[in-house]
């Protein structure tokens, strides 16, 4: 069974026990292909195409709000920073080969590119428990989302702004005032960046760190912020293009 993957690796990719999958294979969610001997394997591209029939935002939001720690699926989990940039060279492929996106390709590539090496930057060595970040787009449903159970962007901030005391407040921070004395600072003051990403183009953000909640969409003057009723462990961004 060449270039299959057994059911181990696939309970793997999918973030599922192995009695989950036997129960799909049998209900027809999931077809597994069956050797002589009767062990179950997958085609990679049939796992991949079965995982984004799911909101990957829905996914996302479980794995950075849960009280127990998991890995995400394989397929959507980038531990390292290279592994990350790997993976946002091919979103960049994929996008390219599409007409509609040939003058936006690179705004959205950015876009994703700052939040995800802010995970990174900000987080190096400090990780909570799980280290790296949740990466996953459909590009058939305009959807790309990122996520980590990092510091947060409070703790984060409050490095340099020990006074600050809520999420709302950090937040409102993080995305309109530029501070000096963050490292790396190239990247410290990213969100900025993308927040006029998104007000000058037609996408939209939805930003989750602790309880606070930003959506942002095209035009808009004033941040649109909220209360969530789940605290995330790091940062969600939602960005629909």
């Not at 509609?100 to 900000?122: A, C, M, P, Q, R």
């Amino acid at each position: 069974m060449n270039n299959l993957l057994s059911i181990g690796q696939a309970t793997e990719q999918l973030g599922v026990d192995v009695s989950t999958l036997r129960r799909w294979d049998k209900s027809g969610r999931l077809k597994a292909i069956r050797s002589q001997g009767g062990h179950r394997y997958y085609r990679q591209d049939d796992l991949t195409s079965f995982l984004l029939t799911f909101d990957l935002a829905k996914i996302a939001l479980s794995w950075v709000t849960t009280t127990k720690p998991y890995n995400p699926p394989s397929i959507f989990y980038c531990q390292t920073s290279s592994v990350f940039q790997a993976r946002l060279q091919r979103l960049e492929g994929e996008l390219l080969k599409i007409s509609k996106y040939k003058d936006s390709f690179s705004l959205i590539t950015s876009s994703v590119g700052e939040i995800g090496n802010n995970s990174f930057d900000h987080n190096l060595g400090q990780w909570p428990d799980i280290p790296g970040i949740f990466f996953a787009y459909n590009i058939g449903r305009k959807q790309i989302v990122l996520a980590d159970r990092g510091q947060g962007i409070l703790n984060t901030l409050k490095r340099v702004r020990p006074n600050l005391i809520s999420d709302q407040e950090a937040l409102t921070v993080a995305f309109t005032e530029y501070i000096s004395g963050r490292a790396p600072e190239n990247r410290g003051n990213g969100l900025k960046w993308v927040k006029e990403n998104i007000i000058n183009n037609d996408f939209k953000l939805l930003f989750l760190s602790g309880v606070a909640k930003l959506n942002l969409k095209k035009g808009d003057v004033k941040l649109n912020l909220s209360i969530n009723k789940k605290a995330a462990k790091g940062c969600l961004a939602v960005i629909y293009f």
